[in-house]
T-cell receptor
Framework: GAGVSQSPSNKVTEKGKDVELRCDPI?????LYWYRQSLGQGLEFLIY????????KSGLPSDRFSAERTGGSVSTLTIQRTQQEDSAVYLC??????????????FGPGTRLLVL | GENVEQHPSTLSVQEGDSAVIKCTYS??????FPWYKQELGKRPQLIID?????GEKKDQRIAVTLNKTAKHFSLHITETQPEDSAVYFC?????????????FGTGTRLLVSP
């Protein structure tokens, strides 16, 4: 079946502009996660959704970052007033049940964001 | 908070050799440890995982070992092939967060030369 998809695959923007990144999880997956991958670094947790609720937003770097999920499916990560340090690959993952279940997180291909 | 350290950052081996990547974690309550492989420009993909009630798990040429006392776990790849070349990430799942919150290591770039 279809895996996790993300759009756009690449985004170049100017400092100060807002950007929206989209994630389509695997159909039926309850949990959705956003991560950020900076060059040469590991994956940094940003936010977790269980259904449409976000019980853990602790990884969002600043109040310029926000995310929502609608219909228990598509999620959008919004970065307002982008800064050069926001340049990174933003990865989305989904898993079937979420909560504290030990299960595989399936990743999307990522959106490569470059802020000039 | 939880910290996961991964070594080495780069690893070069000859085809057919074995490769070992090691990770240590700080939260003694961590109970789930996945390994992901990320080829250049592609998404991370799970290759193997281990739970805290198991000491070792194998899947063909790949094995993972877990030492809960020492709080470290390792990925072993035998008979390496050029297609094993990629960046490998370990992760540990935090407990008491209400969900499977993964903390990732910084990755190991494995290069297998023919």
């Amino acid at each position: 079946g279809a895996g996790v998809s993300q759009s756009p695959s690449n985004k170049v923007t100017e400092k100060g502009k807002d950007v929206e990144l989209r994630c389509d999880p695997i159909s039926g997956h309850t949990a959705l996660y956003w991560y950020r991958q900076s060059l040469g670094q590991g994956l940094e947790f940003l936010i977790y959704f269980q259904g449409n609720s976000a019980p853990d937003k602790s990884g969002l770097p600043s109040d310029r970052f926000s995310a929502e999920r609608t219909g228990g499916s598509v999620s959008t990560l919004t970065i307002q007033r982008t800064q050069q340090e926001d340049s990174a690959v933003y990865l989305c993952a989904s898993s079937l049940l979420g909560l504290a279940v030990q299960e595989t997180q399936y990743f999307g291909p990522g959106t490569r964001l470059l802020v000039l | 908070g939880e910290n996961v350290e991964q070594h080495p950052s780069t690893l070069s081996v000859q085809e057919g050799d074995s490769a070992v990547i090691k990770c240590t974690y700080s939260d003694s309550a961590s109970n789930y440890f996945p390994w992901y492989k990320q080829e250049l420009g592609k998404r991370p993909q799970l290759i193997i995982d281990i739970r805290s009630n198991v000491g070792e798990k194998k899947d063909q040429r790949i094995a993972v070992t877990l030492n809960k006392t020492a709080k470290h776990f390792s990925l072993h790849i035998t008979e390496t092939q050029p297609e094993d070349s990629a960046v490998y990430f370990c992760a540990a799942s935090l407990r008491n967060t209400g969900f499977q919150k993964l903390v990732f290591g910084t990755g190991t770039r494995l290069l297998v030369s023919p």
